[in-house]
């Protein structure tokens, strides 16, 4: 167990509560990764569980985009925020009604204090945000700065939707214990949009859904394994071949699991002759 302390946390400088790292040492982290310098992005955390961003954060592409000053990462305590006697972050809902709310004024300030008068996205995670996307993930990834509020209990005051997040995120339809993991999952998408996090490699765009269609199928070696072969015109050298044959899977595969795509997918006339190519075949029954 050791401790770190967030130096930008606190009442205005009076207090600085410590955070506290549980971990072996093994994934004990230095100062500079846990708060690298700020560079190309700055994310702002606020959460009640900022120990489980820490392995999550600190591997890969996330670690080493860390390590460029590609991306700064600040995790805030929000309970440091919470000044009665307690320290109470929840509370009864008004009007009856089971489990406990999270309360405004702790978050209110630490927003305040950490982010002041910059107009910045302020990012509630909770189930009753817009659905996450990779067109939101591209949004996100060209600002600055962002603010992330991880929400927790059966949900937090109305008044910090109404009057401090500038927007809403959800993961899904399906509910998790808090916005912690959302955070990860939208922290991650965006990090790697970054200019330079995936290095010289293109991969953030060629991606599925980057390009609105899902990927083919790819193979790596070896040629045979188990009595599977590698698709013969992958080995065949003909660049050309190996295009065509790799646009065709991609829409034959965007067609079979997410039709829905190919309607706003930007299609060249020899993909549109390809697709209905693909609808003949798959209206086919399967030659026994
Ligand atoms: N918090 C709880 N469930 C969530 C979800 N599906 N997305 C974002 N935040 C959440």
């Known amino acids: 167990m050791r401790t770190e302390y967030c130096d930008t946390c606190g009442n205005g400088g009076q207090r600085s509560t410590p955070f506290e790292i549980s971990a072996g040492e093994e994934h004990q982290l ?15 955390v606020f959460t009640l569980f900022p120990t489980m961003f820490l392995g999550p954060l600190q591997e890969s592409i996330l670690k080493r985009a860390q ?17 009665d006697r307690h320290q109470m972050t929840d ?19 630490a927003i305040r204090t950490i982010v002041g008068p910059e107009q910045i996205p302020i990012v509630l995670l909770s189930p009753q945000g817009r659905t996450f996307n990779q067109e939101i993930a591209q949004e ?15 949900g937090v005051d109305e008044r910090v939707r109404r009057h401090l997040v500038t927007q809403e995120l959800s993961i899904g339809d399906y509910v998790l214990t808090g916005g912690e993991l959302a955070a990860m ?17 293109d991969g953030a765009q060629a991606d599925s859904h980057a390009l609105g269609m ?26 050309a071949a190996v295009a065509r044959w790799q646009r065709r899977m991609a829409l034959r595969r965007t067609l079979e699991r997410r039709p829905e795509l ?15 190519e693909l609808e003949q075949e798959l209206s086919e029954p399967d030659e026994a």
């Open 262 to 276: 190919i309607e706003d997918a930007d299609l060249s006339p020899e993909d549109l002759a390809l697709i209905a």
């Open 67 to 83: 390590e460029r000053g590609a991306l700064t990462l600040l995790l805030h305590q929000i309970r440091d925020y919470a000044f």
């Open 30 to 44: 230095n100062d500079s990764q846990l708060y690298a310098r700020i560079n190309e992005m700055r994310i702002d």
């Open 214 to 239: 899902l990927e083919g199928p790819q193979y790596t070696r070896p040629a045979t394994y188990a009595g599977w072969d590698v698709p013969g015109v992958l080995r065949s050298g003909n660049h």
């Open 140 to 154: 996100l990834a060209s600002e600055p700065r962002l603010a992330l509020i991880c929400g927790h209990y059966e």
């Open 185 to 201: 999952v939208v922290i991650d998408a965006i990090a790697r949009l970054i200019p330079g996090v995936l290095g010289a490699s």
């Open 91 to 109: 509370d009864v809902p008004y009007g009856g009604g089971h489990g406990m709310l999270m309360k405004p004024e702790p978050i209110f300030r």
